[in-house]
């Protein structure tokens, strides 16, 4: 069993993926996290970010197992993600990991931008997970000690725009997803949704 969760920045995709793993005791992978992990490697190891060869092979040979999640987080990390996941190759160098993944018993979540459409088309359930820039921001700030909602709201829809208009994989629904707006949702409301669409079967 495969569920594809997609959506953009704040959406409430991630909580909600790992809170709908963790109910059907399915496996969950975080794929920004993956992105993440390039940009950070980028980063520390003063690489270009346009030089998709030098991005490719730190993605290929990427350990999960070396980054604390905390040093994932933060938006400089977030933006550097973006710049790299719009590399085609960077892409494909994260693909075989995340089929794996979605392929192992007894079942797994994944959450990304472009899982429904790319990386298991084939998934079982489909789900967008939408919410206004306003709400998206807010959320950000609001879990972001010390930050500046003007400059959050900036980088979100920075962020939407080289996601959604980057050739490779752009953010989009599935054909096949049902599209959830979480702007005036709960995150269990949310988790209540996507679980009821689920039990009304394929
Ligand atoms: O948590 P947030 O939604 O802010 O971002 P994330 O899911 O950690 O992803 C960081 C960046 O990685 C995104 O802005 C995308 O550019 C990229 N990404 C992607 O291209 N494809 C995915 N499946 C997941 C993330």
Redesign the pocket.
Known sequence: MIIAI??????G??TLARALAARLGYRHL???????MV?LSVMRQNIDPADEEACAAIAASLDPAAFADSE?RGEAV?NL??RV??LPKV?QALLAF?RAFARRAPGAVL?????GTV?CPDADFKFFITASAEARAKR?FLETPGADLAAITADIMA?DA??SGRST?P?RPADDATVIDTSALRPDEALAAVLDRIAAGR
């Open positions: 997609d959506g953009p920045s704040a959406s995709k991630g975080d794929t920004g996290a993956l992105y993440r940009g994932l977030g993600a973006s996941a719009a892409r995340q959450d990304g931008r472009d899982i990386v950000r962020r080289r996601d994989a953010l």
